[in-house]
C-alpha cells in the first residue's frame, strides 16, 4: 500500500519561508518519481514541482523558478519543497504525488498516489 503524508504548512507573511515535508510509505519494489502540486480556492489543482527517482533531474512550473526548490533523500523516504520569498498567491492546499517510473513527470494524469495536502497561507 502506498501511503504519502506532507507536513509543514502554516501561516506565514509575504517574503517569508516555509518547508514542506512529505513521507512516502512506497513499494520497495518499485520506483517513483514525486511531485508537488497545489490547489487554491476556486482553481485547478496545479503543478509546482518534480523530481526524478535518483534526484538527478528536477522541473518546476515558472511560477515557482527561484524560489522553491524540490529534494528527496531516498534512504528516508522524504520528499521535500523549501519555499522562499513566499507571495500571497501561493496561498494553497499543497499536496505531494508518486508517479511509477524513474523519470520526472509533470502531468498531473502520471500521478498514481497523492496525499491528503498541507495548508499554506501567505499574509500580505
Known amino acids: 500500500q502506498v501511503q504519502l503524508v506532507e507536513s509543514g504548512g502554516g501561516l506565514v507573511q509575504a517574503g517569508g519561508s516555509l518547508r514542506l515535508s512529505c513521507a512516502a510509505s512506497l513499494r520497495t519494489s518499485s520506483r517513483y518519481a514525486m511531485g508537488w502540486f497545489r490547489q487554491a480556492p476556486g482553481k485547478e489543482r496545479e503543478f509546482v514541482a518534480a523530481?526524478?527517482?535518483?534526484?538527478?533531474?528536477?522541473s518546476y512550473a515558472e511560477f515557482v523558478k527561484g524560489r522553491f526548490t524540490i529534494s528527496r533523500d531516498n534512504g528516508v523516504n522524504m520528499v521535500y519543497l523549501r519555499m522562499n520569498y513566499l507571495k500571497p498567491e501561493d496561498t494553497a492546499i499543497y499536496y505531494c504525488?508518486?508517479?511509477?517510473?524513474?523519470?520526472?513527470?509533470?502531468?498531473?494524469?502520471?500521478?498514481?498516489?497523492w496525499g491528503q495536502g498541507t495548508q499554506v497561507t501567505v499574509s500580505s
Open positions: 523530481i526524478s527517482w535518483g534526484g538527478g533531474s528536477i
Open positions: 504525488a508518486a508517479a511509477p517510473g524513474l523519470s520526472v513527470v509533470i502531468p498531473i494524469d502520471k500521478y498514481d498516489y
